[in-house]
Nanobody, 112 residues
């Protein structure tokens, strides 16, 4: 069974940083492309970033490129998302996902 457990969210001031983690189990992580998605309150899901299985290819939502960095450690079965220069509009529940499966998410709140 695919399991994805996100952590690292929290309350941060505008301009601050957070590092999200996603612990994966139940599948061969090193063979799997992964992504992060987010959902703000009252809105639909939004794809944020993706990374291929060996970590050499990454993609970002255009407006986030340069502020967010996706990475992975296949030895630790863990996916990461570094969030820098956070803005209030980045407030959302962040999920890691594999195909159609996502975790329970971690809340990021950007507020002064």
């Amino acid at each position: 069974e695919v399991q994805l457990v996100e952590s690292g969210g929290g309350l941060v001031q505008p301009g601050g940083s957070l590092r999200l983690s996603c612990a994966a189990s139940g599948f061969i992580f090193a063979n799997s492309d992964m992504c992060w998605i987010r959902q703000a309150a009252g809105k639909g899901f939004e794809w944020v970033s993706g990374i291929n299985s060996d970590g050499r290819s990454t993609n970002y939502l255009g407006s986030l490129k340069g502020r967010f960095t996706i990475s992975r450690d296949n030895a630790k079965n863990t996916l990461y998302l570094q969030l820098n220069s956070l803005k209030t509009e980045d407030t959302a529940m962040y999920y890691c996902a594999k195909d159609n499966t996502r975790g329970r998410g971690t809340q990021v709140t950007v507020s002064s």
